[in-house]
């Protein structure tokens, strides 16, 4: 059973979003500040946290902070205040994959969360094709690259890189157009939707973010180059 951890100080949320999570057959445990749901985010093992920015004790940007530092890569859905733009970026430069703005209903946040799950599975060893077998067609071979979409795993040389669910959707998305320069408008609409719209800086964060765990060097990138007053291009090791 997928395990939601919901971190809110306000009571009536916690029930309602509790209610809604178990009865569409999820496990849910709950926490009302930020160091509760620290500890048990480092503790304990979740399919997804469901994260309210405005809490006591730690808030949910140091929340995430902390977590990410820890290497904890458990998906993060921030929850902001509706037109706060500084909470979204924020939280997304941070490491959070996604945000819901105040107020919400239910549906959306199960949606949100069944998108995440959808592209989380357990990090396990990946092994790179034998010489001369070709690779399943769910796995696509970019240089040293290898990225299986059945499993949502990215090694390299056979090492698991982990990503968070939007980076893989991200780099998936480059890599089947390679050698294509994508618009910041395009990238948004097909990696977050309309929900996103005019909301260019989400695509420069989370390539920042991707370029930081797939690039040999971050600063000077050969896979994602940036095109200048358009957007990026995904050339892949081979033209690089």
Same mark, same amino acid.
């Given at each position: 059973?997928d395990?939601?951890?919901v971190?809110? +100080? *306000? %009571?009536?949320?916690?029930?309602?979003?509790?209610?809604?999570l178990?009865?569409?057959?999820?496990?849910v &445990?709950?926490a009302t500040?930020?160091?509760d749901?620290?500890?048990?985010?480092?503790?304990q093992s979740?399919?997804?946290?469901?994260?309210?920015?405005m809490l /006591?004790k730690?808030d949910g940007?140091e929340?995430t902070?902390k977590?990410?530092?820890?290497?904890v890569?458990?998906p993060?859905?921030?929850?902001?205040?509706?037109n706060d733009?500084?909470?979204?970026?924020f939280?997304?430069?941070?490491?959070? +994959?996604?945000y819901i703005?105040?107020p919400f209903? %239910?549906r *959306?946040?199960?949606a949100?969360?069944?998108?995440?799950?959808?592209?989380t599975?357990p990090?396990e060893p990946?092994? /790179?094709p034998? =010489?001369?077998i =070709?690779a399943?067609?769910s796995?696509?071979? &970019?240089?040293d690259?290898?990225?299986d979409?059945? $499993?949502?795993?990215v090694a390299?040389n056979?090492?698991?890189?982990?990503?968070? =669910?939007?980076?893989f959707?991200?780099?998936?998305?480059f890599? *089947?157009r390679e050698?294509?320069?994508?618009?910041? +408008?395009?990238i948004l609409?097909? &990696?977050?939707?309309?929900d996103?719209a005019s *909301?260019?800086?989400i695509?420069d964060?989370?390539i920042?973010h991707?370029?930081e765990?797939?690039?040999?060097d /971050? $600063?000077? /990138?050969?896979?994602?180059r940036?095109?200048?007053?358009?957007?990026?291009?995904f &050339?892949?090791?081979n033209h690089?």
């Amino acid at each position: 059973m997928d395990k939601i951890l919901v971190v809110d +100080d *306000e %009571p009536a949320i916690v029930t309602l979003l509790s209610y809604n999570l178990k009865q569409a057959g999820y496990e849910v &445990v709950t926490a009302t500040n930020g160091a509760d749901a620290l500890s048990l985010g480092l503790a304990q093992s979740f399919t997804c946290i469901l994260l309210d920015l405005m809490l /006591p004790k730690l808030d949910g940007m140091e929340v995430t902070k902390k977590l990410r530092q820890e290497k904890v890569q458990t998906p993060i859905i921030i929850v902001t205040a509706k037109n706060d733009e500084f909470d979204k970026v924020f939280g997304l430069e941070l490491g959070a +994959d996604d945000y819901i703005t105040k107020p919400f209903s %239910p549906r *959306e946040v199960l949606a949100r969360i069944k998108a995440v799950i959808r592209r989380t599975t357990p990090d396990e060893p990946v092994t /790179p094709p034998a =010489p001369g077998i =070709p690779a399943n067609r769910s796995v696509m071979l &970019v240089g040293d690259l290898q990225i299986d979409q059945n $499993k949502y795993r990215v090694a390299r040389n056979g090492h698991n890189i982990s990503l968070t =669910p939007k980076e893989f959707e991200l780099l998936v998305y480059f890599v *089947e157009r390679e050698g294509r320069v994508l618009s910041r +408008d395009a990238i948004l609409n097909h &990696v977050w939707g309309y929900d996103y719209a005019s *909301e260019t800086r989400i695509v420069d964060i989370h390539i920042s973010h991707l370029r930081e765990k797939i690039e040999v060097d /971050p $600063k000077q /990138p050969r896979l994602i180059r940036t095109v200048r007053g358009f957007g990026y291009e995904f &050339v892949g090791d081979n033209h690089a």
